[in-house]
């Protein structure tokens, strides 16, 4: 099984900040890597998923403040901006076997 | 509107067993990939398992902590998922939540409300 491990556990970040969570697999997933968003006491959700073309598809009505990035085993997401609303906790999963998810960012702002 | 919606939780002792259902409407049910994915108390994300979508819907992954003991069915004529849990620990307490997959993937788009499954004597 691919193992997702996801940095760093928790966050403390500012309105206005630059918020970098990295995931790394085990192996090689070619871009099948997912970001989702999810609230206390709520069902994730789906921010973004890259794809075999290369492409990071942020799904429609996702702020364009969120991307994704990375290729081999190292994927990112970045919030370029951080706003209130963005606390929560941040998951990423890889799609490319059967999927396995990263353990979680905590993003709490200042 | 896509909807997913569960039921069929609730307290089960060590060793019993649960089933539970995800009633799916609002899209074409055989065109996706459907999932388990549960939640423990305080907890990540852990994927269950999941069914393929039209044609190689006798797809079936599972976990390996739940291999052999868990088994996902779907019947397209009821739009319905289904979890059967057999054999069940306290490790297995969690929220389950029954989602989609965009098409024929595992990237899931759409996710139920859940639903909380005990095992506790």
């Known amino acids: 099984d691919i193992q997702m491990t996801q940095s760093p556990s928790s966050l403390s970040a500012s309105v206005g900040d630059r918020v970098t969570i990295t995931c790394r697999a085990s192996?090689?997933?070619?871009?099948?890597v997912v970001w989702y968003q999810q609230k206390p006491g709520k069902a994730p959700n789906l921010l973004l998923h890259?794809?075999?073309?290369?492409?990071?598809n942020l799904e429609s009505g996702v702020p364009s403040r969120f991307s994704g990035s990375g290729s081999g085993t190292d994927y990112t997401l970045t919030i370029s901006s951080l706003q209130p609303e963005d606390y929560g906790t941040y998951y990423c999963?890889?799609?490319?076997?059967?999927?396995?998810f990263g353990q979680g960012t905590k993003v709490e702002i200042k | 509107e896509v909807q997913l919606v569960e039921s069929g939780g609730g307290l089960v002792q060590p060793g019993g067993s649960l089933r539970l259902s995800c009633a799916a409407s609002?899209?074409?049910?055989?065109?996706?990939?459907m999932g388990w994915v549960r939640q423990a108390p305080g907890k990540g994300l852990e994927w269950v398992g999941h069914?393929?979508?039209?044609?190689?819907?006798?797809?079936?992954e599972y976990v390996a902590s739940v291999r052999g003991r868990f088994t996902i069915s779907r019947d397209h004529s009821e739009n319905s998922l289904y979890l059967q849990m057999n054999s069940l620990k306290s490790e297995d307490t969690a929220v389950y939540y029954c989602?989609?997959?965009?098409?024929?993937?595992?990237?899931?788009?759409?996710w139920g409300q859940g639903t909380l499954v005990t095992v506790s004597s």
């Open positions: 989602t989609r997959g965009l098409g024929g993937t595992s990237v899931y788009d759409s």
């Open positions: 890259g794809a075999l073309s290369g492409a990071f």
């Open positions: 192996q090689g997933i070619y871009n099948a």
């Open positions: 999963q890889h799609y490319y076997s059967a999927p396995g």
């Open positions: 069914s393929g979508n039209k044609g190689i819907s006798y797809i079936k």
């Open positions: 609002g899209f074409i049910f055989s065109d996706h990939f």
